[in-house]
T-cell receptor, first 114, second 117 residues
Framework: AQKVTQAQTEISVVEKEDVTLDCVYETRDTTYYLFWYKQPPSGELVFLIR??????QNEISGRYSWNFQKSTSSFNFTITASQVVDSAVYFCALSPPYDYKLSFGAGTTVTVRA | GAVVSQHPSRVICKSGTSVKIECRSL??????MFWYRQFPKKSLMLMAT?????????EQGVEKDKFLINHASLTLSTLTVTSAHPEDSSFYIC?????????????FGPGTRLTVL
């Protein structure tokens, strides 16, 4: 069974603050993929990142960074210097290898105030 | 441009009617498509896998007679909510994986918001 837990339901920050979203997962697979998606108010899911379980390197993409800790089964996401346009619901997701079925976390609603 | 389209984007219907939602892959052929459901302020739950040329496979707890899925062609899957009731009101999203076998190449449609009165 696969499970993704996003303990933070809502986070509210002031523009330019950093915000970190937590994601903890459970899986019996030794190989798996982890994802982060952004869902703005329009509803359309925006792909942010995929991480293979064999690749524990952290990644930075502009103001976004991800910290993958296999030892603690966590895949946290940080937005640096947040902007109002970052306001959205962010989902962490997990899939087995070569299977596109995604198990989503409950999502974290991020509100960035000007 | 969009890789996956859904139609309609929004639908309101009366209780008891059936509603058909289309998911189209615009840029590539897809033997498999997925249907997800999202309740307001909730997560996405996988409902079923739409398979071209064979029956859809449903996740546990999803009523197959309630949610009819037809993978009519390599670019089109339809989800029909039969005899819709207010509890079926939800945001329905389809996804289309590329057939290259890479798990990161999955494209989501823009979603269809269903409201049953």
């Amino acid at each position: 069974a696969q499970k993704v837990t996003q303990a933070q339901t809502e986070i509210s920050v002031v523009e330019k603050e950093d915000v970190t979203l937590d994601c903890v997962y459970e899986t019996r697979d030794t190989t798996y993929y982890l994802f982060w998606y952004k869902q703005p108010p329009s509803g359309e899911l925006v792909f942010l990142i995929r991480r293979n379980s064999f690749d524990e390197q952290n990644e930075i993409s502009g103001r976004y960074s991800w910290n993958f800790q296999k030892s603690t089964s966590s895949f946290n996401f940080t937005i640096t210097a947040s902007q109002v346009v970052d306001s959205a619901v962010y989902f962490c997701a997990l899939s087995p290898p070569y299977d596109y079925k995604l198990s989503f976390g409950a999502g974290t609603t991020v509100t960035v105030r000007a | 441009g969009a890789v996956v389209s859904q139609h309609p984007s929004r639908v309101i219907c009366k209780s008891g009617t059936s509603v058909k939602i289309e998911c189209r892959s615009l840029d590539f052929q897809a033997t498999t498509m997925f249907w997800y459901r999202q309740f307001p302020k909730k997560s996405l739950m996988l409902m079923a896998t739409s398979n071209e040329g064979s029956k859809a496979t449903y996740e546990q707890g999803v009523e197959k007679d309630k949610f009819l899925i037809n993978h009519a062609s390599l670019t089109l899957s339809t989800l029909t909510v039969t005899s819709a009731h207010p509890e079926d009101s939800s945001f329905y999203i389809c996804s289309v994986p590329m057939t290259s076998g890479r798990a990161d190449e999955q494209f989501f449609g823009p979603g269809t918001r269903l409201t049953v009165l």
